[in-house]
């Protein structure tokens, strides 16, 4: 099949080599975003009167025609004809003649092309990606409010430290996850920049207007230096930086999943919905899906350090090595979208232990430091010296095989260093309960405090939701402008009434 671009050569690409630099089987769901970006292009070319009107009405036809006939199947791609765009470019020309269809591609060239293509679905995995965040962080908010003062095992280095809530420990995935929502906002707007128009590299000798596709694209700006717009895939590192980090705290998640649920912990239930049995032994459920997560999250690490790899050793202006780049980003998007639909559900489905909750927050001397605090706090001992003293008391009851609930042997030891508490006393100082309802720092674990977090990460998260919601009806916006552009003049209406 003769190629678009073959002018200059004598020979046909051999069948191993058409396969081995197709991007069909990557780039085909940048369909509808070429069809878009080639929409707005001839539309700008014929409001710079780079084209005639005539060329504009024919050019739209068989664009629009493509977009119906992929859209119900009826437009498959040939892998022979290399890419998504000569696809597109070339069902124009078998349409509307090479006399029309031969001008679209004026101050146009595939660099600038495959970069538009791929920086409008990107805008839409981020979004999507951010609507699933938000819903984790919905779910993990529901928990904390439900569980503000359920008692949880606190841990450092997996080793219990302190008693917590549980809402505590949900409020912290939440905050989390703002951030990465952050992350991806920063991500968006270098993502949210025109490239049309730089053409191959250097720009265009025609009179052709970048702010005009732009807006009709829903762009919020331009990219400008045409030198850096074709060699730039810097907002893909960035979005795949994005999803690694997301991936890593999804991983933490999951990770607590698989071994709170183990006999061990006994202190959530997974739902049946996202566990597996064994072949072989029939007791078992396991954290199947958890697991998975925290495997997947190598691929995300994958598509970074292959993105990363990719840039780092090609010059400025394109080269084909950038062909690579929707590979990890597809697969990244994909991977993160997945995880974070299912970790909503089976967040949302666990069963809480209470009584086991309760039975490990104050286990292994979790109350020892609120101790110390008493004494330095109510008796004027210097923390260190506290420290020192309960420290010891711990060594105590440790080498008798006690535990703080001894309370007399506590109270005899904390004599002997002169400091007199009634055993009545003690007992509620070394009460988790007491203990977690003692803190009042910013940000602590106390029900209070997780009420007001609680609170708090919601209207960010409400408000992160309708960022997300005037971003989509920005695009939304430049598609209904663009497709009554289209519209009008295939209905015989002058370019210049529509604008």
Known sequence: MEKLWGGRFQKDLTKAVELYTESISTDQKMVLEDIWGSEAHAIMLAAQKIIAEEDL?????????????????????????????????????????????????????????????????????????????????????????????????????????????????????????????????????????????????????????????????????????????????????????????????????????????????????????????????????????????????GRAYGALMQMLTIMKGIPSGYNRDLQEDRVPLWESFGTAQSSLAIFSGMVGSLKVKTDRMNELAGAEFATATELANYLAHERGIAFRQSHKIVGGLVGLLVEQEKTFSDYETVRAYLSEQGICIPVEEIRLLVDARHVVEAYKSLGSTSPKEVKRMVEALRRRTDEHVWEIEQKEKAIESAQVLTEKIVSGILAGRHLAELL
């Open 57 to 297: 009405r024919h050019i739209l036809k068989w664009l629009e025609k493509a977009k119906q006939d992929f859209l119900n199947g009826t437009f498959q791609l040939q892998l022979e004809l290399e890419d998504v765009h000569m696809n597109v470019e070339t069902y124009l020309h078998r349409g509307a003649g090479p006399e029309f269809g031969g001008k679209l591609h004026t101050a146009r060239s595939r660099n600038d092309q495959v970069i538009t293509d791929t920086k409008l679905h990107v805008r839409f995995e981020i979004l999507r990606t951010q609507r699933l965040i938000s819903d984790l962080q919905y779910t993990l908010l529901r928990l904390a409010e439900e569980h503000a003062e359920t008692l949880a095992p606190g841990f450092t280095h997996v080793q219990h430290a302190q008693p917590i809530t549980l809402g505590f420990w949900a409020t912290a995935y939440a905050s989390m996850l703002t951030r990465d929502h952050e992350r991806f906002n920063g991500a968006y707007d270098r993502t949210n920049t025109s490239p049309l128009g730089a053409c191959a590299l250097a720009g265009s000798s025609f009179p052709i207007d970048r702010r005009l596709t732009a807006r009709l694209l829903g762009f919020a700006s331009v990219h400008e230096n045409a030198l850096d717009v074709v060699s730039s895939r810097d907002f893909a590192s960035e979005s795949l930086a994005c999803l690694a980090i997301l991936m890593s705290n999804l991983s933490k998640l999951a990770e607590e999943m698989v071994y709170w649920s183990s006999h061990e912990f006994r202190t959530i239930e997974l739902d049946d919905s996202y566990t597996l049995g064994s072949s072989i032994m029939p007791q078992k459920k396991n954290p199947c899906v958890a697991e998975l997560l925290r495997s997947r999250t």
